[in-house]
């Protein structure tokens, strides 16, 4: 994948924020390539956190994830006065009356012995749907928020049925109000399936491509590609959705999961009236299945599309500096939290700039260029894992340590000699 470029020294205050023209120069400038990751001296500036993606600038890399956290102007407003460098807004879709959302929709999974609840959350399940609220009213407030916030990313996540016209329709109503880009939810593992909707169109690369090329034809900024995890193979739709126009793709999206099954009352959570339905899992479980996925499609867009500047957004699990890092050592340009930020609040972005940075001024690295996808080059196959090790042993075997024969002393090397027998 491209290293991107970035601007130096962004403030954090919005008013020194730039946002660069909207997109569809369909060429792509060629990246450097890396050769390796650069070190510098230690020096008493912090490390410089902001980013450019796609031609959008942030002042650090951590973004708000689709959902909850993005519902509303309050909390969309709230993202930004607390800095986070990007807000994506909840999914919405051209008729927020055919969603209907239920409660409880969630359901914690804590560590230690049977879920005690005094135990630590690793997992959380939503069976939560889309936006519920009118396009209308969404619309609205994002345009307000862009005024508001001139200088801020706001990205509107969409999602509709497989119908042009309406792909059409909604991507023109969001760029009327000022939306700074697009991410398409081909990726909600639960609600409407019967409607081709989310991981419907995700799981399925034929009608992808299709998708991909409306939204394309039409939008006139940067677009993102929300992967979903169930799949067998993530590359794939995410080589399609890049291959078919769009700018960047986003990883993963929530696992489909049964969080549990009450032992008292033997129904399953999150129960709704007696019942339940199987929804996403998200929270810091997932984490290692995110890296796992993230890695595969940054492996992919660096070995096929090395020559251009498309980005990757990653998500899963994160909760900490060091959560965030390794997504960028593995080749992520931003960093989205969702479920964190239900559990810690919107103040988690000064925890995570701070985490970050601190692991920044370990390795003396002063912008994230220097490290993203400094740590890709180290996975390889199974077969090639054992290669190596062999060549190792091999190597080893050869380097004779000490004397081995009486023959072998000498007098001019004799205290030496003795030092390479000696074992403490």
């Known amino acids: ?73 309050t909390v969309m407003k709230r993202a930004f006065d607390e800095g ?148 067998t193979d993530i590359t794939q739709p995410a080589r399609v959705s890049l291959q078919s126009g769009c700018e960047g793709v986003a990883a993963i999206n929530t696992i489909m999961s049964v969080m549990g099954i009450n032992l008292d009352t033997l129904r399953p959570e999150p129960c709704v009236e007696g019942y339940s339905t199987p929804g996403g899992y998200s929270s810091k479980a997932v984490h290692p299945i995110a890296l796992a996925k993230v890695m595969s499609i940054a492996k992919m867009m660096k070995t096929e599309f090395a020559d251009k500047e498309y980005s990757l957004s990653a998500i899963g699990g994160v909760e900490t500096g060091g959560d965030a890092a390794e997504f960028i050592l593995l080749g992520a340009n931003t960093v989205q939290v969702c479920t964190g930020v239900m559990m810690h609040g919107y103040g988690l972005v000064k ?30 196959t199974h077969t090639d894992l054992v290669r190596m090790q062999q060549e190792a042993i091999r190597e080893r075997k050869a380097i004779k340590k000490g004397l081995q024969s009486d023959k072998d002393w000498t007098g001019d090397g004799f205290v030496k000699e003795t030092e390479s027998m000696v074992s403490n």
Request: aromatic share 8%.
């Open 1 to 73: 994948m491209a290293s991107l470029g970035f601007a130096r020294q962004i403030s954090n205050s919005s008013a020194d924020l730039l946002v660069a023209p909207p997109r569809r120069s369909r060429s792509c400038c060629p990246g450097r390539n890396r050769v390796d990751f650069r070190v510098f001296a230690q020096s008493d500036a912090e490390p410089d956190l902001s980013v450019v993606v796609n031609g959008l600038k942030m002042p650090n890399p951590f973004v708000i994830g689709s959902g909850p956290p993005g519902t509303n102007y």
């Open 84 to 231: 986070w460098g990007a807000v994506i807004a909840k999914t919405v879709s051209l008729d927020a009356a055919k969603v209907v959302n239920v409660t409880p929709r969630y359901a914690k999974l804590r560590a230690g012995a049977n879920g005690s609840a005094k135990g630590q959350i690793i997992g959380w399940q939503n069976i939560e749907l889309i936006s519920d609220r009118p396009l209308e009213t969404m619309l609205k407030e994002f345009k307000r928020l862009k005024e508001e916030y001139p200088n801020r990313i706001l990205i509107a996540s969409i999602m509709e049925e497989p119908v042009k016209e309406d792909w059409e329709e909604l991507i023109d109503r969001c760029e009327q109000v000022g939306v700074d880009a697009f991410e398409i939810n081909f990726s909600c593992p639960h609600g409407m399936p019967e409607r081709k909707m989310g991981a419907a169109v995700g799981q399925d690369c034929a009608l992808l491509e299709e998708v991909c090329g409306w939204i394309n034809a039409k939008a006139t900024i940067p677009v993102w590609a929300k992967m979903t995890p169930n799949i």
């Open 351 to 380: 925890t995570l700039c701070s985490e970050l940075q601190d692991f920044m001024k370990k390795h003396n690295f002063s912008s994230i260029e220097d490290f993203r996808g400094a740590s890709l080059e180290y996975f390889t």
